[in-house]
């Protein structure tokens, strides 16, 4: 995400402690995770949490989805939906403080404000799904 994006440092150090293990390819697994059947569940989850979102590959996604995936940090984190609970119960250390939800929350919308002076605006929506419900 830095190779399109600034992210300032403080965001970034958030983005490692919370978000990495699940959303990046800098996943750092914990010794458990070499114990079955636990690694075939945590592998299940990395793997869905970087199919919903990888920060190692967001340059790469179209401008629509990463206009939307910013919107999507910055709802998942308001609603304290992210990180999970699950994670937080044993890497207490990734729970965000208010201060912090804030901070990502201001960034994420400075990102998308940026983005909407840069492209014009129909690239910055998703294209609906065939079948999808209008």
């Given at each position: 995400?830095?190779?399109k994006f600034?992210?300032?440092?403080s965001v970034q150090?958030?983005?490692k402690?919370?978000?990495?293990?699940?959303?990046?390819?800098?996943t750092?697994?914990?010794?458990y995770?070499?114990?079955q059947?636990?690694?075939?569940?945590?592998?299940?989850?990395?793997?869905?949490g970087?199919?919903g979102?990888?920060?190692?590959?967001f340059?790469s996604y179209?401008v629509?989805?990463?206009?939307?995936?910013?919107k999507d940090?910055?709802?998942l984190?308001?609603?304290k939906?992210?990180?999970l609970?699950s994670?937080?119960?044993?890497h207490?250390?990734a729970?965000l403080?208010?201060g912090?939800?804030d901070?990502?929350?201001?960034?994420?919308?400075a990102?998308?404000d940026?983005m909407?002076a840069?492209y014009?605006?129909?690239?910055?929506v998703?294209p609906?799904k065939?079948?999808a419900?209008?």
């Amino acid at each position: 995400i830095t190779k399109k994006f600034t992210v300032p440092d403080s965001v970034q150090q958030i983005l490692k402690t919370s978000c990495y293990d699940c959303h990046s390819n800098l996943t750092v697994y914990p010794w458990y995770s070499k114990i079955q059947p636990v690694d075939w569940w945590l592998t299940e989850h990395i793997n869905d949490g970087k199919r919903g979102l990888n920060f190692n590959e967001f340059s790469s996604y179209t401008v629509a989805k990463q206009y939307k995936r910013f919107k999507d940090i910055a709802d998942l984190v308001e609603k304290k939906d992210m990180p999970l609970s699950s994670y937080t119960f044993i890497h207490r250390y990734a729970i965000l403080s208010d201060g912090q939800i804030d901070e990502v929350k201001q960034w994420t919308n400075a990102m998308r404000d940026n983005m909407k002076a840069s492209y014009p605006a129909d690239s910055l929506v998703m294209p609906k799904k065939p079948g999808a419900k209008p």
